[in-house]
């Protein structure tokens, strides 16, 4: 008597990538962004052409932090856009430039780190 449908078991060894142990993964992960960081452009330059735009985003979102215009963000916002025209800060969501200000905190502002925070 056959059934209408039968699953059929994995050969010992031959496990779906969920079967992957956590560390397995974590050290892909790693691995793959060392690789990203030892290959991206230095020496000022980006390998997008909005890279640049994201890096700003990200010293602005510390900046703003560390110069806390709770009276008058607005204002505050828009001598710093005078200043620095590159911002895009509106148009991509703001998480990632979350991460890159904390990033930026931690480890200072410059081309290294806003890649490190891009891979």
């Known amino acids: 008597m056959s059934r209408p449908y039968q699953t059929s078991?994995?050969?010992?060894?031959a496990?779906?990538?969920a079967d992957l142990p956590a560390w397995v993964a974590v050290l892909i992960l790693l691995a793959a962004s060392i690789g990203l960081f030892l290959?991206?452009?230095?020496?000022g330059d980006f390998s997008w052409s909005?890279?640049?735009?994201h890096a700003l985003n990200g010293a602005f979102l510390m900046?703003?932090?560390?110069?806390?215009?709770?009276?008058?963000?607005a204002g505050w916002a828009m001598q710093y856009y005078i200043r620095y025209p590159s911002l895009?800060?509106?148009f991509y969501p703001p998480f990632f430039y979350a991460v890159e200000a904390a990033?930026?905190?931690v480890m200072g502002v410059s081309h290294a780190v806003a890649q490190m925070a891009e891979t």
């Open 9 to 13: 078991t994995v050969a010992a060894g």
């Open 15 to 17: 496990g779906s990538p």
């Open 39 to 43: 290959t991206a452009p230095t020496g």
């Open 50 to 53: 909005d890279a640049p735009r």
């Open 63 to 73: 900046d703003m932090v560390r110069d806390h215009p709770w009276r008058d963000p």
């Open 88 to 90: 895009t800060i509106l």
């Open 103 to 105: 990033f930026y905190a």
